[in-house]
């Protein structure tokens, strides 16, 4: 079974930064692509960076300039390094990850539980 497992979320002012982690454990065989989603009260759940295994990325437009993804793959863990935090980033935030648990599996996607980040003054 598989879990991703995410720290760093916390309450920071505007203005202020957090960096996000997320590491799978369990029975991993290959990892792909991996990123962050967030979910504010109210709203729907949103992508907010992805990166693949050969260090490509992608942003939401919303937290581009702000925010950088990055993953150590030896580790199998990924990163968000939140600069500049606003208000509107208040949201829990979910690692994702496309997952083969063998060499006889398919890729299967994987959320964590998520973690709470607050920007407030």
């Known amino acids: 079974q598989v879990q991703l497992v995410e720290s760093g979320g916390g309450s920071v002012q505007p203005g202020g930064s957090l960096e996000l982690s997320c590491k799978p454990s369990?029975?991993?065989?290959?990892?792909?692509?991996m990123g962050w989603y967030r979910q504010a009260p109210g709203k729907e759940r949103e992508l907010v960076a992805t990166a693949t295994t050969s260090g490509g990325t992608n942003y939401a437009d919303s937290v581009k300039g702000r925010f950088t993804i990055s993953r150590d793959n030896p580790k199998n863990t990924v990163y968000l390094q939140m600069n500049s935090l606003k208000p509107e980033d208040t949201a829990v935030y979910y690692c994702?990850?496309?997952?083969?648990?063998?060499?006889?599996?398919?890729?299967?996607?994987?959320w964590g539980k998520g973690t709470r980040v607050t920007v407030s003054s």
């Open positions: 994702n990850a496309d997952i083969v648990t063998g060499p006889r599996y398919y890729s299967m996607e994987y």
């Open positions: 369990g029975n991993i065989y290959t990892i792909g692509a």
